[in-house]
Nanobody, 120 residues
Framework: QVQLVESGGGLVQAGGSLRLSCAAS????????MGWFRQAPGQEREFVAG????????YYADSVKGRFTISRDNAKNTVYLQMNSLKPEDTAVYYC?????????????WGQGTQVTVSS
């Protein structure tokens, strides 16, 4: 069983930055690729960013490329999402995920989510 706990969400003005953290309670953290998804009100959950087990490879949704950076610290069982140049359309609940599906449309393990609100 993998438990994921996100933190770092909040309210920020457009153009600002936030860093999300996700702590994983598992001895097998390095087995899993990790990712972040988000869901805005009235919309489906969407992929935001992913990172491979070693951290050597990362991938992003087009909407966040160049603004968001995903990273992981395997010694701390933690994955991060640095979000810069935030826009109002980035407002959503952000979910940490482990063991992503091949097409990055889902995952086997999910956190409870953390709210990010970007004001204009």
């Amino acid at each position: 069983q993998v438990q994921l706990v996100e933190s770092g969400g909040g309210l920020v003005q457009a153009g600002g930055s936030l860093r999300l953290s996700c702590a994983a309670s598992t001895r097998t953290f390095t087995w899993f690729d990790m990712g972040w998804f988000r869901q805005a009100p009235g919309q489906e959950r969407e992929f935001v960013a992913g990172i491979t087990q070693s951290g050597d490879n990362t991938y992003y949704a087009d909407s966040v490329k160049g603004r968001f950076t995903i990273s992981r610290d395997n010694a701390k069982n933690t994955v991060y999402l640095q979000m810069n140049s935030l826009k109002p359309e980035d407002t959503a609940v952000y979910y940490c995920a482990a063991d992503l599906s091949v097409r990055r449309t889902g995952a086997n393990y999910w956190g409870q989510g953390t709210q990010v609100t970007v004001s204009s």
